[in-house]
């Protein structure tokens, strides 16, 4: 997080450092050592030339940022938002695509095997069967209307599902973890029925990401009570941030 946004520092721009201060920043002579209030670097910088103040400002006016288990945990989750928003994306794009492929079924067949027919004489129309591309659009044209606003409707509320599990994620909520988890165990025998059937490079990946997001929201979150439940998540979240856990992992004051 640093490495996007930058260290987090403080008391760059106050001409005194007060004894207190030293948990952040300390003199050293012509430099000033800084203590990123995220990751815990130190980093010498100049004193300030033309500083805007005369002292830091009190810790209570001070919003320190996340860090430890809370910026992972954040990190994370927001990483499998962004995967859940990819996949409402492109499911919602396949739902739409075949509700109006359904609703104009008749039509398009005929375009179909017109141009089946143009490219391969009078012989390539439906009575014959073809490979490939052409034998997929075949047996989707063969579904009927049903079938196929079926599929839609599944399609548009799978995109829901996974819409309302990226949102819920992105910001934190407790309720969208067992969402997301839940959802997630729910296809995992989908997908290795579907890796029996056909085995691909993808097909892995999915299956191992979906197997790792599980895991990772089951034992790190510490969902249904596993490891403590929420309330020693929530504890060991608020032991990592604060002025408490600054003092904790502080180097000794010098003198």
């Known amino acids: 997080m640093c490495g996007v946004r ?46 805007e103040r005369e002292t830091m400002q009190p810790r209570d006016d001070i919003e320190l940022p996340l860090r430890g288990r809370a910026l992972r945990d954040r990190v994370v989750l927001r990483i499998i938002a962004i995967d859940r928003a990819i996949h409402f994306v492109f499911l919602a794009a396949l739902a ?37 591309v052409l034998g997929s659009l075949e047996h989707l044209f063969a579904l009927s209307s049903t079938k196929l606003y079926v599929v839609a409707a599944a399609a548009a509320a799978y995109a829901a599902l996974e819409g309302v599990e990226a949102v819920g994620l992105w910001f934190q909520k407790r309720w969208a973890e067992y969402l997301t988890f839940v959802a997630t165990l729910a ?27 599980a895991l990772y929201l089951l034992l790190a979150k510490r969902l249904f009570g596993v490891r403590g439940g929420a309330a020693v998540d929530e504890r060991e979240r608020e032991r990592d941030n604060g002025w408490q856990a600054l003092e904790r992992t502080a180097p000794p004051a010098p003198g």
């Open 6 to 51: 930058g260290h987090e520092l403080l008391g760059t721009d106050v001409a005194r450092l007060r004894p207190e201060d030293t948990l952040v920043a300390r003199d050293d002579g012509d430099l000033r050592w800084y203590r990123c209030v995220r990751c815990d670097s130190w980093l010498p910088l100049p004193r300030p030339r033309q500083p």
């Open 96 to 132: 739409v695509a075949v509700f109006l492929f359904a609703a104009n079924e008749l039509r398009l067949r005929r375009v179909f095997y017109r141009v089946v027919e143009a490219v391969y004489g009078t012989s390539g129309g439906p009575g014959r069967s073809h490979h490939g």
């Open 187 to 213: 296809f995992i025998p989908l997908e290795i029925s579907e890796l029996v059937r056909h085995l691909s490079p993808f097909k892995i990946g999915a299956l191992v990401v979906n197997i790792a997001v």
